[in-house]
């Protein structure tokens, strides 16, 4: 078992690093198909899409929802225990365009607001 100094190295370890955050920013406004999720966040090549969401998926973060049709359809939603981090990763997005908005005097560079 991992050991930890502190629950900070914890939660960042779950979702830290450049992706996780952002495609829990997206999936908190619902479902959503790997595609759209690429579409949503460019940059992030489709392996790394795959292995942010089996991370999330496996530390209980979100849900992998498979329809078994022709063709198979698979969705992501945050789960009730990802819920949790909303408030935590709200501030940090209200913390980031405060933060532009005082190094470049206005936060009009976002696409999308917190």
Known sequence: MKRYHNGLEVALEIVGGK????????LDTGKKRTNELRRLIPGITPKMLTQQLRELEKDGIIHRIVHYEIPPKVEYEISDYGLSLKTVLESFCLWGENHLEKINGDSSAFLEQC
């Open 19 to 26: 992706w996780k955050s952002i495609i829990l920013f997206h």
